[in-house]
């Protein structure tokens, strides 16, 4: 068994075809599957089975495909740490990162991380959370930020960032006089909230649930358009009442564009995560030095 057959036999099992993956390496289809028959024959079993033009594991290439990613994985952090070594000076790093990371603070971290290591590559992919999370288990991700716990056991998961979601109204809403706010006046006004598959949405709506009241947003905020803006645009336009983190709502309440609004009663933190492959968890690599950088640029803004 050699890497580059774990390599060839890993690619077969992502993309489910034996042509396609010679294509992509430049390499004859003959070749792919002499490389997977000699795993076949040095192991005694079959690793793929043929549907119509596709192929697909068999129970045991699942448990070699298992294993093949945990070694091919840990290669990959040994030319990291190679680079390490070389003080940074050359690297890649694949990052990940949910739309609210991304509209909240990944591209200006990155941007600055790129000033002090400028020959480190750092490349952004925006994604739900579940495929940030299979991008992080197939090593098409170096790390990810995200606003959900995963649950893949191969996946590490670190808090970051907690952040308290706030209730934010029109100026002159009636609401906006009260010293305090019950969630039960809440849930009778138009409520301007993001779409479900959001971890703000779900959050508000089981803080709604727990007593028994509606949560029926009037106006639901798709992530593609990012939601954390158009809330508060729409709630500054006089919509309806809005929830956002409080540090996205207090320039437009510091500018008297929006209104927070008192609600002892709901009481939420969201808890943003940085997710690594579990292989990577002691290893000196770039990867490790953005993790330290994104610790570092959060102690200052909070400073």
């Not at 994985?73 to 990371?101: H, M, P, Y």
Request: contains cysteine.
């Amino acid at each position: 068994m050699t890497l580059h057959q774990l390599q060839i036999f890993a690619a077969v099992a992502k993309i489910g075809s034996f042509t396609k993956v010679a294509e992509h390496m430049h390499v004859r289809q003959p070749s792919v599957s002499l490389l997977v028959k000699g795993l076949e024959r040095e192991y005694g079993v079959k690793l793929f089975e043929k549907l119509g033009n596709k192929v697909r594991l068999t129970l045991a290439g699942e448990k070699l495909l298992h294993r093949s990613e945990e070694i091919l994985a840990r290669v990959k952090g040994i030319k990291e740490e190679i680079d390490e070594i070389k003080g940074l000076k050359k690297g890649r790093i694949r990052v990940g990162g949910s739309a609210l990371a991304a509209a909240s603070f990944l591209p200006v971290v990155i941007e600055k991380f790129k000033k002090e290591h400028q020959g480190i590559e750092v490349i952004l992919k925006i994604q739900r959370t579940e495929d940030l999370e299979k991008g992080l288990l197939e090593g098409e991700l170096d790390l990810a930020i995200v606003g959900w716990l995963v649950r893949a056991p191969l996946l590490l998961a670190e808090p970051f960032l907690e952040e308290e979601i706030v209730a934010i109204a029109p100026p002159r809403h009636p609401l906006t006089k009260k010293r305090f706010v019950s969630l039960k006046a809440l849930a009778q006004e138009p409520l301007i909230a993001p779409e479900r598959g959001i971890r703000t949405r779900e959050l508000l709506e089981q803080r709604f649930a727990r007593e028994a009241l509606p949560f029926v947003p009037l106006v639901e905020i798709s992530a593609q358009t990012g939601a954390r803006d158009t809330i508060r645009s729409a709630v500054a336009g006089g919509l309806g009442i809005g929830f956002v983190a409080r540090c996205h709502a207090l320039g437009d309440i510091k500018a008297g564009r929006v209104k927070l609004l008192k609600v002892p009663g709901l009481n939420l933190k969201r808890t943003m995560y940085i997710v690594i492959h579990k292989s990577r968890q002691k290893t000196s690599s770039p990867v490790q030095a953005f993790k330290e950088f994104l610790r570092r640029n959060l102690r200052r803004n909070k400073d």
